[in-house]
């Protein structure tokens, strides 16, 4: 079965920098779409950026120029690397995929299939 799982979460200053990892197993990884989407308390699952298999990226306004997505085909694994964190930040992170072929920029939760099980992420101002 399809397997996402998240790790590089933790604790850093405001200003500071974490690089997420998603590693997937189950599936073909070089036909997927990947995106990440984050979750803070008492909000709602929001879109950070996504990444099709042509590695073309997408980002929410909020993590421009700040976060970057790549993808890593040979080793299954899709990377979110956070620079600049702000306290705003702070949420559960998660990487969630799809299949497809089209290169379209998926940044809708609705439109994936696959989750992982999140990595908390807090930034301390």
């Known amino acids: 079965q399809v397997q996402l799982v998240e790790s590089g979460g933790g604790l850093v200053q405001a200003g500071g920098s974490l690089r997420l990892s998603c590693a997937a197993s189950?599936?073909?990884?070089?036909?997927?779409?990947m995106g990440w989407f984050r979750q803070a308390p008492g909000k709602e699952r929001e879109f950070v950026g996504t990444?099709?298999?042509?590695?073309?990226?997408f980002y929410a306004d909020s993590v421009k120029g700040r976060f970057t997505i790549s993808r890593d085909n040979a080793k299954n694994t899709v990377y979110l690397q956070m620079n600049s964190l702000k306290s705003e930040d702070t949420a559960v992170y998660y990487c969630?995929?799809?299949?497809?072929?089209?290169?379209?920029?998926?940044?809708?939760?609705?439109?994936?299939?696959?989750w992982g099980q999140g990595t908390q992420v807090t930034v301390s101002s």
């Open positions: 969630a995929a799809r299949v497809d072929w089209t290169s379209a920029l998926f940044q809708n939760k609705n439109d994936y299939r696959y």
């Open positions: 990444i099709t298999w042509r590695s073309t990226t």
């Open positions: 189950g599936l073909t990884f070089g036909t997927y779409t």
